[in-house]
């Protein structure tokens, strides 16, 4: 049974790689993986929960326990989705009112170059402020307003993922890996900022400048038309205005929410929602239903990309069912074991984080190698100070864990939530992303846990 999930999961996998040519949906194969690891963990519960089943239980109390940390699970990743959905539906919202015209008729340039540069530094930052996957989800409505068709397109959203994981791993609130590494106490927040910026700058500027070389013309910009509602009236400049500074400032106060009230991020998205729903439709309220509708809350819900979400469920579900079967542990443990070198296993945690959900891993890494105090550091013995001094707070496991789980799903278009949410937007094929970004975003990858390392020796 603990086989037959690894190669459930591995199928499915594959499933999910080869959509195209199976003519599979995606969403499709992870919902049925996640279904059918899940179902397997729970008939032979007995045999892959050995903890329990060493501690004297029943085979009814261990399929039990599998049911119980499915619910947990399922919690967990159920504010990922509802903040995933939230975030589409204001960025779609502040889309159909043309707020987005505010900033597009700005960035003038249509040069390959220069847009690619200024594309990607504004991700790069904005991910800072608000994370790497409510980022991406208004940066690839950005780039649909700037570049005509998807392949031209698909290269600008492939820098876009590469830098909205590389400004989410230096801000505490950038990346869930590093919320989670944060508010667990490994991580400070000032100090994962000044540790971590100039590897993340590096791993963002090493693909760039590649990119900037072979990237020569001009971009096709969409043909001009105006901002409206699918009825073909015109929203006033007023409404665009309202409706971009509300929804974007709905977004960027999620982090405020948060430390004010301690409620999850989730709750602050669904909190700025609800006051841009209000707005909207006091905003619309003498208008006719025909042009009402498209420009509401309940038209945008049928515009969402639902199938993107239940994408996200299947593999967040799927990659848990192999967490609490044990397979995760067992990687952490051959890491551990092979390599002991906090910077070689850092280095493959992050590779590793393109294959599955980084969340899990960072969770592992964090109850395999515990959190180390001052008090019990002062009484390690000399031979393995230099070891346990790397796992204090602020310590250089916990910074390169930090850097290293938030840009290493780069790798892949499924290795983090920046690249799930930009596939499902634009459809972006496995294979083309491998083919024409995962290389890229190696190399960035590389080069930043490089500059950590001579920061390091420095």
Known sequence: ???????????????????????????????????LTWAVLVLGADQILPALEQSGSQAADASGYAVETLRHHLGEIAEILFFLLGAMVIVELIDAHGGFKVITDRIKTRKRVSLLWIISLLTFFLSAVLDNLTTTIVMVSLLRKLVRGRPERWLYVGMVVIAANAGGAWSPIGDVTTTMLWIGGQITAQQVVVTLFVPSLVCLLAPLVILSFRLKGNAPRPRVRAH??????????????????????????????????????????????????????????????????????????????????????????????????????????????????????????????????????????MKMYPLVTESALASTAAPELEWVSQFVTDGRFWELLAFCAGTGGSALIIGSAAGVAAMGMEKIGFFWYIKHVTLLAFTGYTAGVLVYYLMYML
């Open 1 to 35: 049974m603990y086989a037959l999930m690894a190669i459930i999961f591995v199928v499915g996998y594959l499933c999910i790689a080869l959509e195209h040519p199976l003519k599979l949906d995606k969403a499709a194969s992870a919902i049925l993986t996640a279904a």
């Open 228 to 365: 409206v509602a699918d009825s073909g009236h015109e929203t006033t400049e007023a409404e665009r205005n309202a409706v971009l500074i509300i929804g974007i400032g709905a977004l960027i106060s999620v982090p405020v929410f948060k430390t004010i009230t301690g409620l999850p991020p989730y709750m602050g998205i669904l909190f700025g929602l609800g006051i841009l729903w209000v707005v909207t439709e006091i905003m619309h309220r003498n208008k006719k239903p025909e042009i009402k509708h498209p420009l509401s809350v309940v038209g945008i819900l049928h515009r969402v990309d639902t199938t993107s979400i239940l994408f996200f469920l299947g593999i967040l579900l799927a990659v848990s069912a192999l967490a609490t079967a044990g397979h995760l542990g067992q990687i952490a443990v051959a890491l551990r074991d092979g390599l002991g070198n906090v910077f070689a296993i850092n280095y493959v945690v992050g590779l590793l984080s393109a294959v599955v959900d980084n969340v899990p891993l960072v969770a592992g890494a």
